[in-house]
């Protein structure tokens, strides 16, 4: 590896490791790369999606996605247990209610298989509302919002205050990953909190997660495990969380 891709390597660990680094802090991190080097260097990167350039400095890909990655990488990885996933969260849907379906690769197939029935959902994922436009008796609302065009969903003030008017019978929710200590958790504020807005409006909450993602941390804490009614995942979920799942009388798919 030449000094160049060792350098740019070292850029993206500093921004990933703080989430949004000024350019300034870069030009002290490196003081023996001149200002333009480094300038094409952030370039680059963000053109190779590892980083986002903005005004003054770059951010982390997790911070701005609000996920763990971006969703056109997410939806070709694993994704045998994803429909898995799917499938076993369909199979819980009821007819005839309001349901909140998140954005993310996994809840993208599960609004794929989506039976044509009578439901009213809520999605902020801009692929979910894709999907669904197939059906036929089902009335499908997005939320107004920021679009992330990174995640393809919708997120920000105005999605929250929309969700904070309707109540929801069941929530299927994403998540980056969840660790003992920290509880469910994603890459953006904004992200966490609509969340943490659907799980109040929700009697009840089902997270989708696949085993790997226990003991992933990501920077914002969306909820407990106390505060969900049920986990769907690819069967691999290790015996720790199971234990736990009992202790809180979690089901777990």
């Keep these: 590896m030449d000094s160049m891709e060792l350098r740019r390597n070292a850029i993206v660990e500093l921004i990933n490791e703080n989430g949004t680094v000024s350019f300034a802090r870069i030009k002290n991190t490196f003081p023996n790369v001149s200002e333009m080097t480094l300038r094409t260097d952030l370039k680059l990167l963000d053109k190779a999606k590892k980083i986002v350039r903005i005004h003054g400095g770059a951010k982390s890909v997790e911070m701005i996605v609000g996920t763990d990655d971006y969703l056109s990488r997410r939806s070709v990885r694993n994704i045998p247990e994803k429909q898995r996933i799917a499938g076993k969260a369909l199979s819980v ?98 992200e966490a909190i609509l969340k943490q807005t659907a799980i109040e409006q929700s009697e009840e909450t089902i997270v989708l997660m696949d085993s790997s993602k226990v003991g992933t941390k990501s920077t914002f804490r969306i909820c407990g495990l106390d505060r969900v009614d049920a986990v769907v995942s690819d069967g691999n979920l290790p015996e720790e969380f199971l234990e736990e799942c009992r202790r809180l009388c979690v089901r777990v798919l």
């Design 93 to 190: 849907v009821r007819e005839d209610t309001t349901i909140f379906l998140d954005s993310g690769s996994t809840t993208t197939l599960m609004a794929r298989q989506f039976p044509d029935q009578s439901n009213l959902i809520y999605t902020t994922g801009l692929s979910c509302a894709t999907e669904l436009c197939s059906l036929s008796k089902a009335t499908v609302m997005l939320p107004g919002g920021t679009l992330n065009r990174y995640s393809q969903s919708v997120c920000g003030i105005s999605a929250i205050k929309e969700l904070e008017r309707v109540n929801f019978s069941q929530t299927f929710l994403g998540v980056t990953g969840f660790g003992f200590d920290t509880g469910f958790t994603c890459g953006s504020s904004e």
